[in-house]
């Protein structure tokens, strides 16, 4: 047994079992009740909670409960093994026993006459997972109680008063284009993309995060009403193929009414949520299978790649008609993803947008070492011709949806687009073509210097907006981000500042579209086995250091960063 680790929120409260221990209490009187919360190791099980006659367990991935008077009577709930927390429950009264699964009645049974014992109370005997939050009841749970204290729960640093309801704001006259080095409206007019990534369906929950806190309605208003204009939305390929995905409940119990849905049909409220407000859409193709970005041996550094990074797959054993056999279902795979979500949201789809405006065509496509593989702009192999891989996927998303804008990002984890200036993609998608970079402090070293910086980005990706060239388009700079400046938990608060003050000069002096990494207050969940929020961070609760809103997922983190973004919101060119 291990004492903190990560819970359900930014506090490593809970508690880790590793099947050999248990936890036994002092002798309580007449319990006719117990609600925990757990979070069982996929395929594992075990005690959960053990007192008098009741006993809640969770066996081959259900739990399971048992009410013992002179015989056991076994109530079998719903699954609870995919690697996230559930509330689980069991109240006997009145002869009658209820199986509560995260605020709803799974089971009820008649018991017959049940006379509550005292008893110790053992928590986690064999148990494998983690064990959070046990109350104990003299009296039944009601079900109104299970359902309030599974969504004050799932978000147990709480909810706070967010930024007033406003008027919505009207989307500009759409679709949208691109006139040499701007995105414009369907009258002309400069759109400015001033926005921000608000990630978490492309991890292992698929849906956006924050959801357990908040409406996505509320959300949605945070952003808008803060003076962005475009929202980045992350997800996965493999949500889109095969059958809808199941959500875990925590994952949306700050929204009741997307209780029961599925990722897909979760996705297509948080879309309607931000149009709604006015707010632009672009939609990024993150991952290939779900979990956290981004390094060369994730599996997912290629857009036609998604294996578990723990078992790669051996080209040099595979013949070459198998390795391009191979190749070609990845790449199937991918294309047939973005042709869904495409169609999905187009005039007359399953859930037309007008606001969706955008398609990133993959997030920064990068060398995978496991495979032995670097993406070129304009090599002869397929497998690595990002070029070629961008061009087919931008005629996929336009047959399915002709209104949309085709963003491509640079190699090198979306740092170097300038392949750009020996094979243009402007004759591909003349009119739709934005280019996508990424900026981080950590690309730059001490001692920061606005020059500098300047004269690099310059001759890595601003030469793409100089007017009347070939290769002239648009540059979306659509993750940038930092500590946030000004938090007692920011390590490297002097160079993060410099940076984003010599960052932002660049960006207001060519008045160029960005996107700020991240909105989200809290992390969404990408870790398999959490330990606690410093050790392993992409957990549900554990506070994003860089995430503009606070932890309860209203208001700004750090004032001095949100500053610096209003800033740079106007239009000052045309």
């Given at each position: ?8 929120g ?10 050999s221990?248990?936890?036994?209490g ?23 909670v ?5 006993r ?11 009410v ?15 690697g ?11 002869g009658?026993?209820?199986?509560f ?41 009601s079900?109104?109680?299970a ?13 706070a ?11 500009p006259?759409?679709?949208?284009h691109?006139?040499?080095r701007f ?17 978490g ?15 996505a ?23 889109w ?18 209780r ?9 409220r ?24 981004c ?5 997912n ?21 198998a ?44 060398a ?5 593989i ?6 002869s ?5 990002w ?13 399915a ?31 739709h ?14 001692p ?60 207001r ?5 960005w ?13 398999l ?16 250091g860089?995430?503009l ?22 239009i000052?060119?045309?």
């Open positions: 047994m291990a004492k903190g680790r990560v819970g359900r930014p506090d490593d409260r809970s508690y880790a079992f590793s099947g221990g248990r936890v036994v002092p002798a309580m009187r007449s319990i006719s009740g117990v609600l925990v919360w757990v979070r069982a190791a996929p395929g594992r099980g075990g005690d959960v053990a007192a008098g006659g009741l809640l367990q969770v066996h081959s991935g259900r739990v399971v409960a048992r013992c008077t002179k015989s056991c009577v076994v109530l079998t709930g719903t699954s609870v093994g995919d996230a927390w559930h509330q689980t429950g069991i109240g006997v009264a009145d009658r026993a209820a199986l699964v995260d605020g709803v009645v799974a089971k009820v049974t008649r018991v017959g006459r049940f006379r509550p014992r005292d008893a110790h109370v053992s928590i986690g005997s064999g148990f494998v997972g983690g064990i959070d939050d046990v109350r104990l009841y003299a009296r039944s749970p079900p109104r109680t359902a309030a204290a599974f969504t004050s729960g799932a978000c147990p640093q709480g909810t008063p967010g930024r007033p309801a406003r008027v919505a704001r009207m989307l006259a759409l679709p949208l691109t006139s040499e995105v414009v409206d369907a009258s002309g007019q400069r759109v400015k993309l001033a926005g921000v990534n608000w990630d369906a492309e991890d292992l929950d698929r849906v956006p995060a924050g959801l357990q806190c908040r409406p309605d509320a959300i949605a208003n945070e952003i808008a009403t803060a003076g962005f204009t475009v929202v980045r939305l992350p997800w996965a390929t493999s949500t193929l095969g059958a809808d995905p199941l959500v875990p409940p925590i994952a949306m119990a700050g929204d009741p009414s997307l029961g849905l599925r990722a897909r049909e979760v996705f297509d948080v879309v309607n949520a931000l149009g709604h407000h006015g707010l632009l859409v672009i939609l990024d193709n993150h991952v290939t299978r779900p979990g956290w970005c390094d060369d041996r994730d599996g550094g290629l857009w036609w790649t998604g294996f578990d990074p723990a078992h790669p797959p051996d080209l040099t054993k595979m013949t070459p008609p390795r391009l056999a191979y190749y070609q279902q990845g790449q199937s795979a991918w294309l047939t993803a973005w042709s869904r979500v495409a169609a999905r949201y187009a005039a007359g789809g399953v859930d037309p947008q007008l606001g969706v405006v955008g398609a990133d065509l993959r997030n920064e496509p990068r995978d070492q496991q495979l032995g670097t993406p070129t702009w304009g090599s192999a397929p497998w690595s011709n070029s070629l891989a961008a061009t087919a996927a931008g005629h996929v998303v336009l047959q949806n002709p209104r949309l804008l085709v963003v491509v990002e640079g190699l090198d984890y979306a740092t170097d687009p300038r392949g750009a200036a020996v094979v243009p993609l402007q004759d591909a998608f003349p009119g073509l934005v280019y996508f970079v990424h900026e981080y402090p950590s690309f730059v070293r001490d920061v210097s606005a020059a500098d910086m300047a004269s690099s980005m310059g001759a890595q990706w601003g030469w793409l907006l100089t007017q009347g060239t070939p290769y002239t388009a648009p540059v979306w700079v659509g993750e940038f981000g930092l500590c946030q400046v000004g938090q007692p938990s920011c390590p490297v608060a002097g160079h993060d500042a410099a940076w984003l003050s010599a960052f932002s000069a660049y960006l002096a060519g008045d160029i579209d996107a700020y990494w991240s909105v989200n207050g809290t992390e969404g969940r990408a870790e086995v959490p330990q606690t929020c410093g050790l392993t961070p992409r957990f549900p609760g554990c506070a994003n860089y995430g809103l606070t932890e309860t997922w209203s208001g700004d983190a750090s004032p001095v960063v949100s500053a610096v973004l209003r800033s740079l919101q106007a000052t060119q045309q």
